[in-house]
């Protein structure tokens, strides 16, 4: 089976990658950061992304806690 | 430290990949970030599909991403409906890719929640009890607007994405 080719294209930058891990390795020239990195979403979201990721955390350790 | 996680779209034939997306605007048009005034969707006609993925790039120390949830807020315009693949039972498994297309969608034909669900409703690993346990991407959300002859302009809804994270 052949893989298929796909465009990748970073939304905040709009650099295009050839591959998803070329993409997540790079340093996007909007935010200074990776989108692996946390401060990556934080840049684009006015730092928004680590209340919600807060309160995602929250969610799934209060389940973690009924089970 | 805690994961990170964003929003990806996925447009045309090539499913070319937009990631971190910052609107789900619907419109006439298979484009991300499109501007929903210069692609309108006439009364009677839908809106092209969307077909995006919650995509976990890091889990930053975290142990899993599970529990994911969508749904939208604010209503829409009269005569108009929101349809998508995502269900809280009878879920239908991971979809193919295929070209988003205006007419109207036979992936998308669930109602979109107007609230946040009881329960997961967009699978991973083609499960709606599924987890990412490493970086990946939840299955395909495919959503669309349908409207009748008699729809009336404008809406402007917040589209919501979540999930759980446990250390």
């Keep these: ?67 | 430290m805690a994961a990170t996680v964003q929003i990806n779209e996925f447009n045309t034939v090539g499913e070319t990949k937009t990631a971190s997306i910052t609107n789900s605007n619907m419109g006439s048009t298979d484009a991300v970030n499109l501007n929903a005034v210069t692609y309108p969707i006439a009364a009677d006609d839908n809106s092209y599909e969307k077909w995006q993925k919650i995509e976990v790039t890091a889990m930053g120390g975290s142990s899993k991403i599970d529990n994911l949830k969508t749904w939208r807020t604010t209503a829409l315009a009269a005569e108009a409906t929101h349809l998508t693949n995502a269900r809280i039972a009878d879920y239908g498994g991971a979809e193919e890719f295929a070209t988003p297309i205006a007419t109207a969608s036979t992936i998308a034909d669930q109602t979109m929640p107007s609230s946040e669900p009881a329960s997961a409703n967009l699978g991973i690993g083609g499960a709606l009890a599924g987890a990412l346990t490493d970086a990946g991407s939840s299955d395909y959300l495919v959503h669309q607007i349908q409207t009748t002859a008699s729809a009336v302009a404008g809406a402007s809804c917040t589209m919501n994405y979540q999930y759980d994270e446990t250390a």
């Design chain 1, 1 to 67: 089976m052949v893989a298929k080719k796909q465009i990748v294209i970073c939304g905040a930058c709009g650099k295009e990658f050839k591959s998803n891990d070329d993409y997540l390795d790079h340093v996007c020239e909007k935010t200074g950061y990776t989108p692996r990195d946390i401060e990556h979403q934080d840049a684009l979201t006015g730092g928004r992304f680590s209340k919600i990721s807060a309160a995602a955390l929250a969610r799934g350790e209060a389940r973690k806690a009924k089970e």
